[in-house]
C-alpha cells in the first residue's frame, strides 16, 4: 500500500485543479479522520488496502470534477465547520465580506436580522457566531435546503436562529428587519463559467437569475422595503461586473446611502443601502 507520502505526491493525477496537492491533503485528511499536521508528521504512514481503495475512489471523482467540499460532506466558513451538500452552494471566501461588512455597520447588541436565500445557513450563522443577541431569521425556498441549514443550525448549538421556508419574503408576514442580507442568484442563465470547475456540480436554483442575473436582486430590493425598520439596511453579495447594474437598481426603488464594497480581490461585490420607510 502507498505511504502518506506517496498518495501526496500524486498532485499530477489532478491537473484541472487550482490546488491539486491541497485538495489531496484535505481528502486524505477526511478519510483518515486526522489533521494537516498528522500528515506532515507521519509521512511513512501507510494506509491500509481499504483505506486506499476509498482515496482512489474519492481521487477518481475529485478527476471527474466533483468539488472537494461535496467528497468530504463540509466546507468551513467563518470559521465554523458547516455540512454541504449538493441542495445549495458551497459557501465561498467572498461571502465572508457580506458578514464583515454587516458586522462593521451594525455594532449594535440587539438586532433583528433576516437572511435571504440561507443556503446551509453560512451567513446567519456567521453572524450568530458574533451577535449572540441578534435575533437573526434564515429563509430558503429548497427544503433540502432549508433542512441542511437547520441541521447546521442545531450542530453549531446556535439558538438565536430560526430558519424557514420561504419563496424570498412569502412566509414573513408583518415583521420588520433591521438589517436584511442575502447572497441571492446572480449568474446570467447564459455565463459560460457555468460550464467550469464546481458550480457544475451546484443547483442552478443557487446559481442563476433572469435579466442578466439581477431578477432576484430587484424582486429582493423592491420587496424588502416593506420588510425593513426605519432606516434599516439591505446589502445583497452579486458578481463583480454588477456593481453599477445593482447601486442603480437600489437608487431607483428609494435607497439612500447606497455604496458597494470590495472582495478581498479588489473587486464590487457587496452593495448595501438604507431605505427611510414610512412608516406610522
Ligand atoms: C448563491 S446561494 C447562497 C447560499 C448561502 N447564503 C451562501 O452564501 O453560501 C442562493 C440561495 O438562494 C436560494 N434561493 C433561490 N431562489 C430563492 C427564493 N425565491 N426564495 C428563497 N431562497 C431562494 C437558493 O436555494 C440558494 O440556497
Known amino acids: 500500500m502507498a505511504t502518506v507520502k506517496e498518495n501526496l505526491l500524486r498532485a499530477t493525477e489532478l491537473a484541472e ?45 475529485r478527476i ?34 457580506l458578514v464583515e461588512t454587516v458586522l462593521s455597520l451594525c455594532p449594535q447588541t440587539e438586532a433583528s436580522v433576516l437572511d435571504l436565500g440561507t443556503g446551509t445557513g453560512a451567513i446567519a450563522l456567521a453572524l450568530a457566531s458574533e451577535k449572540k443577541h441578534w435575533q437573526i431569521t434564515a429563509v430558503d425556498t429548497m427544503p433540502a435546503a432549508v433542512a441542511l441549514a437547520e441541521e447546521n443550525r442545531k450542530l453549531l448549538g446556535f439558538h438565536n436562529v430560526e430558519i424557514l421556508q420561504s419563496d424570498w419574503f412569502s412566509a414573513l408576514a408583518d415583521q420588520r428587519f433591521d438589517v ?14 457555468l460550464r467550469e470547475g464546481d458550480v457544475r456540480f451546484e443547483p442552478l436554483s443557487a446559481l442563476v437569475a433572469d435579466e442578466q442575473g439581477l431578477a432576484d436582486i430587484r424582486k429582493i430590493a423592491a420587496d424588502a422595503r416593506g420588510f425593513l425598520s426605519q432606516n434599516g439596511m439591505l446589502a445583497v453579495e452579486h458578481g463583480w461586473e454588477q456593481g453599477k447594474a445593482v447601486r442603480k437598481v437600489f437608487a431607483e426603488h428609494g435607497y439612500t446611502e447606497v455604496e458597494t464594497r470590495l472582495d478581498y480581490a479588489g473587486r464590487e461585490r457587496i452593495t448595501l443601502g438604507r431605505y427611510h420607510n414610512a412608516l406610522p
Open 180 to 193: 436584511i442580507v442575502s447572497n441571492p442568484p446572480y449568474i446570467d442563465t447564459q455565463d459560460p463559467h
Open 17 to 61: 485543479s487550482d490546488s491539486p496537492r491541497l485538495d489531496l491533503e484535505v481528502l486524505l485528511c477526511h478519510l483518515l479522520g486526522k489533521s494537516r499536521a498528522w500528515l506532515y508528521t507521519w509521512p511513512e504512514h501507510s494506509l491500509d488496502e481499504s483505506q486506499q481503495t476509498e482515496f482512489d475512489a474519492l481521487v477518481a471523482r
Open 64 to 97: 471527474a470534477g466533483e468539488p472537494v467540499a461535496h467528497l468530504t460532506g463540509s466546507r468551513e466558513f467563518w470559521s465554523l465547520p458547516l455540512k454541504v451538500n449538493r441542495s445549495t452552494l458551497i459557501p465561498r471566501p467572498d461571502t465572508e465580506v
